[in-house]
């Protein structure tokens, strides 16, 4: 029989307060879709019970192999996936990455007020995201967050707010669709996503720039690792003692990819004097206006299926 697959990863959607303990995810699969009332065609799994900022990489990856699993079973229609919302957009990129060779809809949600409360938006986000993975009209979607009613892409998403119930937005583009009363409303296409062998990331340092961050703290920070993310000011900017350390890391087949602290727009050489146009006279690439935390993710996958030098920086040209 043909049935939507709901993966449980934990989250505020499946925690309780405990003993005055503060706020845990504690409800499996099953347990959550019997306390917030949800019925139809559906088959529940438990990958993890978590709150989602305590994943790891190895994390992503068991999730990520659940969910092919899923996706391989001609009886699966779509895939939904509790998850909490502190990392929901990052998940979401890795997921589309490494099962972009599926027309199946990888739907994400979950929600902003625990299971212990009588109005929590966890019922209503979890009914939206079923009812987008079981439609026809998200074949070939890919990977998208449901939240607040809203249908965002896996690329563009992000977590706007710490505690409203409408958590996420697409800065700059906007949601690509809505549910309302069970009825889906797409509104907008779709980039298409680039297909990378589901692997365990291989680490990448993230350094978001600062006023006084220079090169000698950049040298320490991005010392030991394969990669290097760039969150830097404004279009592509870092002070200008980092460019030496970036060439530095280049010359040692290191890639080095410059994105922005900004949540809107895109990165590009543009400034001198420690700017843009000088980090790329140095060998960085530019990362357009994907997220500093989704191209760590990308990279890091990039380097655990040894792909060359070259062949990195093609394949970001087409993903940005």
């Known amino acids: 029989m043909k049935h939507v697959k709901v993966i449980a990863t934990g989250g505020t959607i499946a925690s309780l307060p405990k003993n ?35 994943f790891d990489y190895k994390t992503l990856y068991c999730i990520a ?104 937005s697409s800065p700059g583009w906007g949601p690509i669709g809505r549910v309302d009363n069970q009825k889906l409303i797409f509104k907008r296409s779709i980039n298409e996503s680039i297909f990378i062998p589901l692997e365990v990331p291989a680490p990448v340092a993230l350094v978001r720039l600062g006023i006084g961050l220079d090169g000698e703290e950049f040298k320490r920070l991005t010392n030991g690792y394969r990669g290097v993310v760039i969150q830097a000011f404004g279009r592509g900017n870092a002070h200008s003692t980092i460019t030496e350390v970036v060439k530095e890391l280049v010359s040692k087949d290191i890639p080095v990819i410059v994105t922005s602290r900004c949540i809107r727009g895109s990165v590009l050489p543009v400034y001198s004097n420690g700017g843009g146009i000088d980090l ?41």
């Not at 939904?80 to 957009?89: F, K, N, P, W």
């Not at 990455?97 to 007020?113: C, M, R």
Request: hydrophobic share 40%.
């Open 280 to 320: 790329e006279k140095a060998g960085a690439w530019f990362a357009g206006d994907l997220a500093g935390e989704k191209v760590r993710l990308l990279l890091g996958l990039l380097i655990a299926n040894k792909k060359s030098f070259n062949t990195m920086q093609n394949i970001l040209e087409k993903v940005v």
């Open 65 to 168: 192999v659940d969910v092919i699993e899923a996706l391989k079973d001609p009886n699966v229609q779509g895939v939904v996936i509790t998850h909490g919302t502190d990392t929901m957009e990052e998940t979401a990129y890795y997921l589309s990455l490494v099962t972009s060779n599926y027309d199946k809809p990888i739907v994400l949600t979950g929600a902003q007020l625990d299971a212990s409360h009588s109005f929590s938006d966890g019922a209503k986000n979890l009914s939206d995201a079923i009812t987008v993975a079981k439609s026809e009209k998200s074949i070939g979607v890919g990977t998208c967050v449901v939240f607040g009613g809203f249908i965002y892409e896996a690329r563009d998403v992000h977590k706007v707010d710490t505690n409203a119930l409408e958590a996420f």
């Open 20 to 54: 005055n303990e503060g706020v845990s995810a504690s409800l499996s699969g099953k347990e959550l879709i019997k306390k917030i009332g949800i019925e139809g065609d559906i088959e529940v799994k438990s990958s993890v019970t978590l709150g989602s900022y305590t």
